[in-house]
């Protein structure tokens, strides 16, 4: 189960225009980390999930293995997607 593709993906929610997801975005694509991308300013059932996960409303966060990283730093997705 903790194997499955679906546990191993990397959620990656946004909102349009927003500078920090942007970076976020980029280093994701610039180490190669396969990612989906949720708008949650466009999708509520997205920002219900984030919610659920992060009791909180900033983005980006960057969830793997649903564990959940708030605006996180480079260091800290380094560590965690390692």
């Known amino acids: 189960m ?11 929610y946004v909102v349009p225009n927003c500078p920090l997801c942007t970076s ?6 610039d ?7 949720l708008d949650v300013a466009n999708d509520f059932g997205a920002f ?7 009791q909180q ?8 293995k649903g564990k959940a990283l708030v605006r996180p730093s480079t ?3 380094e560590e965690r997607l390692s």
């Open 75 to 77: 260091e800290e997705l």
């Open 31 to 37: 180490h190669g980390v396969d990612y989906v991308e």
């Open 48 to 54: 219900r999930t984030m919610y659920k996960l992060t």
């Open 2 to 12: 903790s194997n499955s593709p679906e546990a191993m993906r990397v959620k990656l």
């Open 57 to 64: 409303r900033r983005v980006p966060v960057v969830e793997v």
């Open 24 to 29: 976020a975005r980029a280093w994701l694509k």
